[in-house]
T-cell receptor
Framework: NAGVTQTPKFQVLKTGQSMTLQCAQDMNHNSMYWYRQDPGMGLRLIYYSASEGTTDKGEVPNGYNVSRLNKREFSLRLESAAPSQTSVYFC????????????FGDGTRLSIL | LAKTTQPISMDSYEGQEVNITCSHNNIATNDYITWYQQFPSQGPRFIIQGYKTKVTNEVASLFIPADRKSSTLSLPRVSLSDTAVYYCLVGDMRTNAGKSTFGDGTTLTVKP
């Protein structure tokens, strides 16, 4: 019953360093998402992939890139980390269809000094 | 953009019924209304979803009026473990995932 697995769980970076956050789901879902959550705030969508082979920008895509490696895996890359990107990052997946709920991982806590 | 508005916080006592209302005036025809629960240091967890009228499952009920411009999550007989942040999400994730936002949620505190 793994569901959505995110790695790493914690990471500290220096400004300017690069980093890739990994996400994998074992529910055979078509759609996958990356969100960020700043302290005391709601989730904001960074990028999403409606199906394998497609990716689209969400609400806050600047400073990030994504790769839908295959149906199971969806990675998020920070090319040049900035302190403003300090946040908790959540990956989610869902079946395709407007009525399908999202299933979330437990997050990656990223601090950029 | 289906923006949502919820109360920032609510307090309740064990055993009471709690109703959390979400306003979504710009809801589109194809949008569903989905509620999530989030505990500290965890990802959100799906609670309930609806399109119109009333939906009930083993943990909650969702009331949606005819105009669909708001919805109310009802938690019967809350316990201390229901203390969490509750998010209302409105959107058609199939066609408008990039335009569906969570908002800041409602922090529910259940007291003994």
């Amino acid at each position: 019953n793994a569901g959505v697995t995110q790695t790493p769980k914690f990471q500290v970076l220096k400004t300017g360093q690069s980093m890739t956050l990994q996400c994998a789901q074992d529910m055979n879902h078509n759609s996958m998402y990356w969100y960020r959550q700043d302290p005391g705030m709601g989730l904001r969508l960074i990028y999403y992939s409606a199906s394998e082979g497609t990716t689209d920008k969400g609400e806050v895509p600047n400073g990030y890139n994504v790769s839908r490696l295959n149906k199971r895996e969806f990675s998020l890359r920070l090319e040049s980390a900035a302190p403003s990107q300090t946040s908790v990052y959540f990956c989610a997946s869902s079946r395709q269809g407007s009525e399908q709920p999202q299933h979330f991982g437990d997050g990656t806590r990223l601090s950029i000094l | 953009l289906a923006k949502t508005t919820q109360p920032i916080s609510m307090d309740s006592y064990e055993g009471q019924e709690v109703n959390i209302t979400c306003s979504h005036n710009n809801i589109a025809t194809n949008d569903y209304i989905t509620w999530y629960q989030q505990f500290p240091s965890q990802g959100p967890r799906f609670i309930i979803q609806g399109y119109k009228t009333k939906v009930t499952n083993e943990v909650a009920s969702l009331f949606i009026p005819a105009d669909r411009k708001s919805s109310t999550l009802s938690l019967p007989r809350v316990s201390l473990s229901d203390t969490a942040v509750y998010y209302c999400l409105v959107g058609d994730m199939r066609t408008n995932a990039g335009k569906s936002t969570f908002g800041d949620g409602t922090t529910l505190t259940v007291k003994p």
